[in-house]
């Protein structure tokens, strides 16, 4: 049996409710439309509040809703301190916050310091100045390469494919300078040399902050600092992903950035960040999430590990190890907007694949999903949830012509982009689009197959996805057997894994293809009903 433990963990009180806490990931534009566009909306997310409390979350972490002009589905941000009319306005925005509130769950929301918009008054202002001007140095501009500058700056690529650079047309009419977006070249990057970069991050976190937002999730927290003299990238980088060396993220100067805003976070006792930290290595990671920065860090072991017992304990063990070293707190997530549902990435591949049909493999990827919210929610730490993985929604297959996410075309088509996962929910009824919203032609179609996975259908069905996590979250937040800090790891049989929270909660995964015993000790939970006393594959349990 081994031990790990995250040291010097303070004992929690009120201010760090965070510590512990289940936050669900509303992404606006699929969650509830009430305005009837076909597109989310902030007053549905406040008609579907009761909804949330019955799930039992302490609070949500909603996806960019500041003025967008879209290009990437908010992460484009043109007026950081207004609501897009899109979703609302600042009357419903303190609406929701109020209403949250009086239900006792608290409201973050996304932040995104590393670039603009282009259509950002700044940006349009960089472009109407001189090379070297003020208003060009709130961004990176720098001459190409080669006789007429014909050349970007460096062979920098953009994470949603093509060149990370874009060359503008001065205002003299020549072609000129290029501009660095490390995504589509509508998010053009910030100068984060540059104080007034800074300065108006505070002012933007303020401006949430006084209206009585929680917290803030920060996009990109391993970007915005760039390497002096931007060298070239070593080894050519994939579409959405990137090594722990790649010279376009983690530079050391993104630390001081973290303490800058870490300050302003601290004149608002109970609230917390969480950074989008896509690095691997443990020792990168902690230096994120170290006491003057970052409060929490996402960290991707989980959502990235296949349905393996060996992958999922290590996944487990660096992510405890990655926080442990610094007294931080460990964060688990199995999904998010950017990353396929739990549901279809745990369905069976290749020859494991071999004769089953596409509704056996959707019904083994929900069952491991089932189990897997289960080892999510017994470990210590703080617990994301992807808004509809609480229904067991799979990835869609969406024709190329509903597809939207600017990795599609900025990758010539050769990766199909995250529309998948961020199909509208479905709320009630038999056909699309599920009470979603009152208009048939959504953002993103709804598939017709999806009439038993509405919450309608789920609320009163006891052996639902839904109802699972309803009682997998009660019971994490009743039961004293889910206190500690650490997890002792217990001999499994092979292809399982099983640990052991100090106030004595047993946690059990089945991940091989044969029935197992379960671990002595009374039943709390399980994701799948045993057969003969015994844990199938593929499911979990918790026991006391
Ligand atoms: C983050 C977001 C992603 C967005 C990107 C650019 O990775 O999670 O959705 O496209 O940043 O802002």
Not at 20 to 44: T, W
Not at 60 to 66: D, E, F, G, H
Not at 403 to 409: A, N, R
Request: hydrophobic residues 40%.
């Amino acid at each position: 049996m081994s031990e790990q433990s995250m040291a010097n963990v303070p004992a929690t009180d009120d201010a760090q409710w965070w510590r512990s806490a289940v936050v669900y990931q509303v992404y606006p534009r699929s969650f509830s439309d009430l305005s009837g566009d076909g597109v989310g909306d902030l007053a549905g997310l406040i008609d579907k509040l009761g909804y949330l409390e019955l799930l039992g979350v302490d609070a949500i972490w909603l996806s960019p809703i500041m003025r967008s002009p879209m290009a990437d589905h908010g992460y484009d941000v043109s007026d950081p301190r207004a609501i897009d009319p899109l979703f609302g306005d600042l009357d419903t925005f303190d609406e929701l916050i109020r209403q949250a509130h009086d239900r006792d769950i608290r409201v973050t929301m996304d932040l995104v310091p590393n670039h603009t918009s282009d259509q950002h008054p700044w940006f349009s202002g960089a472009l109407g100045a001189a090379p070297g001007s003020p208003e060009r140095e709130r961004y990176i501009f720098a001459d190409g390469r080669g006789d007429d500058g014909e050349l970007p700056p460096n062979n920098w690529t953009s994470v949603f494919g093509g060149p990370a650079w874009t060359r503008i047309v001065e205002p003299d009419g020549r072609p000129g300078q290029w501009y660095l977006h490390l995504f589509a070249p509508e998010q053009p990057d910030l100068n984060w040399n540059n104080p007034e970069v800074l300065a108006d991050l505070q002012t933007t976190m303020r401006f949430w902050l006084d209206r009585g937002i929680d917290g803030f999730r920060i996009d990109v927290a391993h970007g915005m600092a760039k390497p002096d003299g931007l060298p070239d990238l070593e080894h050519p980088a994939e579409v959405l992903l990137h090594s722990d060396d790649d010279p376009r993220f983690n530079n050391e100067a993104v630390h001081d950035i973290h303490r800058a805003i870490r300050s302003v976070m601290d004149e608002y006792p109970g609230t917390f960040n969480v950074g989008e930290v896509w690095v691997r290595s443990n020792e990168a990671f902690s230096r994120y999430v170290r006491p003057d920065e970052l409060h929490l860090g996402f960290n991707f072991r989980l959502a990235t590990a296949g349905f393996d017992a060996d992958e999922i304990k290590e996944a487990i063990t660096e992510s405890l190890a990655a926080t442990a070293s610094v007294g931080a707190v460990p964060t688990w997530t199995l999904s998010n907007h950017d990353v396929p549902r739990e549901v279809t990435r745990y369905q069976p591949t290749g020859e494991a694949a071999d004769g089953r049909t596409p509704d056996d493999l959707l019904a083994i990827g929900t069952i491991r999903a089932r189990a897997m919210i289960m080892v999510e929610l017994a470990l210590p730490g703080t617990v994301f949830i992807y808004n509809g993985a609480e229904l067991g929604l799979p990835n869609v297959d969406l024709p190329d012509d509903a597809l939207v996410d600017p990795v599609w075309e900025n990758s010539g088509h050769t990766d199909r982009g995250r529309d998948g996962c961020r199909v509208p929910l479905p709320w009630e009824g038999t056909e699309p689009p599920f009470g979603f919203s009152s208009r048939s032609d959504t953002w993103l179609p709804i598939p017709a197959d999806w009439a038993a996975l509405t919450v309608e259908s789920q609320l009163e069905d006891i052996y639902s996805m839904l109802s699972l996590y309803r009682q997998a979250i009660e019971l994490r937040y009743a039961r004293p057997e889910f206190s500690g800090d650490t997890v002792q790891w217990y001999g499994a049989p092979e292809g399982c894994l099983a640990f052991r929270r100090p106030g004595g909660l047993i946690c059990a995964l089945n991940a091989s293809d044969r029935p197992v015993p379960l671990p002595p000790g009374q039943i709390l939970l399980v994701s799948t009903p045993l057969e003969g006393g015994l844990l199938l594959p593929g499911a979990a349990a918790w026991l006391v």
